[in-house]
């Protein structure tokens, strides 16, 4: 996705020679077209998700009836950026090198978030000749869970072999962190909550 995309140029010969190089903006700033093309790298982004419901009543006897219910959302993410190394050139001289970035990179990223809830309540209804009452008791529950990690490396020998183990320098991990977040409730209206969050060492 690019950024700042108000301050891109319009006239393509400030971008990209006819000779296909790249150029710098004026004033040797990044090319951001450039970053993200395929000259730049690449950046994939696969996801899936898994969703389900369950209910289940009972009648414990013809005037309550028991339903639970359980459901759940999980998604999970994998991220590959690959940077390759980019040089740019002078805007009035293309035989000038305005900048070039040191190291190829690779970054591997994963998030993983589950969403759940499940409710137990009771249903007590009763008709008493032309009336009728209805108690509703119970209580319901829900939780979120994200966890985020990744890994980093850099100085590749080739740009065709997209693998933590292909880089030269020591992988970096990021990262490891995990956000927790309940919340408790009863009818008639008892709540409370609980958020966690912590770092999961390396």
């Known amino acids: 996705m690019l950024s700042n995309v108000a301050s891109l140029p319009i006239d393509e010969s400030e971008v990209k020679t006819a000779d296909g190089r790249w150029l710098a903006r004026t004033g040797g700033s990044a090319n951001t077209i450039a970053?993200?093309?395929?000259?730049?790298?690449?950046?994939?982004?696969?996801?899936?998700?898994?969703?389900?419901?369950?209910?289940?009543?009972?009648?414990?006897?013809?005037e309550v009836k028991l339903t639970a219910s359980y459901g759940m959302v999980r998604n999970q993410n994998r991220l590959r950026d690959y940077a390759k190394i980019?040089?740019?050139?002078?805007?009035?001289d293309h035989d000038l090198v305005a900048g070039r970035?040191?190291?190829?990179?690779?970054?591997?990223?994963?998030?993983?978030?589950?969403?759940?809830?499940?409710?137990?309540?009771?249903?007590?209804?009763?008709?008493?000749?032309?009336?009728?009452?209805?108690?509703l008791a119970g209580f319901t529950a829900e939780w979120f869970d994200v966890m985020n990690d990744g890994i980093s490396t850099r100085n590749f020998l080739t740009d065709d072999i997209y693998s933590v183990s292909a880089g030269t320098t020591d992988p970096t991990f990021w990262g490891h962190q995990r956000n927790s977040f309940r919340l408790v409730s009863g009818l008639p209206g008892v709540q409370g909550f609980v958020q966690l969050q912590r770092q999961i060492p390396a």
């Not at 980019?86 to 009035?92: A, C, G, M």
């Not at 591997?108 to 009728?132: C, E, P, R, W």
């Open 35 to 62: 970053r993200a093309s395929e000259d730049g790298g690449q950046t994939i982004i696969k996801g899936s998700r898994l969703a389900g419901n369950v209910v289940l009543d009972y009648n414990i006897i013809p």
């Open 86 to 92: 980019l040089t740019l050139y002078d805007q009035s």
């Open 101 to 135: 970035n040191e190291f190829n990179t690779l970054k591997i990223g994963y998030v993983t978030d589950m969403q759940q809830n499940a409710n137990l309540l009771a249903n007590y209804s009763q008709k008493f000749n032309n009336h009728s009452i209805s108690v």
